[in-house]
């Protein structure tokens, strides 16, 4: 079996616990009061996504679908509008998770960049639909940042799994 180019050290089990416990700090960031800019990165989605490509049986539709709801209440949203839109981000990172691995963290982004612009632009179009207005282009900004933050994010989110280096000269792995 070949191993992707981005598996070169191999990772332990994910914590079901962390992977909570970060899913729910992404979204008690989201809720931190400073003031909404459309430029804003959305970091609960961030982090979605994140599991979404690493841990697609734990954290999948579902999850993303109770999270938005969760944002669209905080928010005072039209309900169901970030749902729709996580949903959406959310598929399509499960389906791209196994492509995604292979190629290194800069390619990373980029393919995620038009995951996170699509779900911005669900999100602008539902709230145009309902009668909101235009937040300005500023909002194209935030999928840049997005994607801009995805590194960092990997190397946060993967730093519990790695396994420390075992000098047993006997094992090859």
Not at 72 to 92: I, P, R
Request: proline residues 10%.
């Amino acid at each position: 079996m070949i191993l992707p180019r981005a598996a070169d050290q191999l990772l332990l089990p994910a914590n079901p616990v962390f992977i909570g416990l970060s899913l729910l700090v992404a979204m008690a960031l989201n809720l931190l009061p400073m003031g909404r800019h459309p430029a804003q990165p959305d970091l609960l989605a961030l982090v979605l996504v994140f599991w979404n490509v690493h841990q697609p049986r734990r954290v999948g539709v579902g999850a993303a679908f109770v999270f938005g709801l969760m944002m669209d209440v905080h928010e005072g949203a039209l309900l169901g509008q970030h749902a729709l839109a996580y949903t959406l981000l959310s598929y399509g990172a499960i389906t791209i998770h196994r492509r995604l691995t292979w190629f290194s963290l800069p390619a990373q982004a980029l393919h995620i960049l038009p995951l996170f612009l699509g779900a911005h632009l669900v999100t602008l179009l539902v709230r145009l639909l309902s009668g909101g207005m235009f937040p300005g282009w500023w909002l194209l900004a935030a999928p840049a940042a997005e994607a801009l933050l995805w590194p960092l994010v990997t190397l946060l989110l993967l730093a519990p799994q790695r396994r420390p280096p075992d000098p047993d000269e006997n094992r090859p792995l």
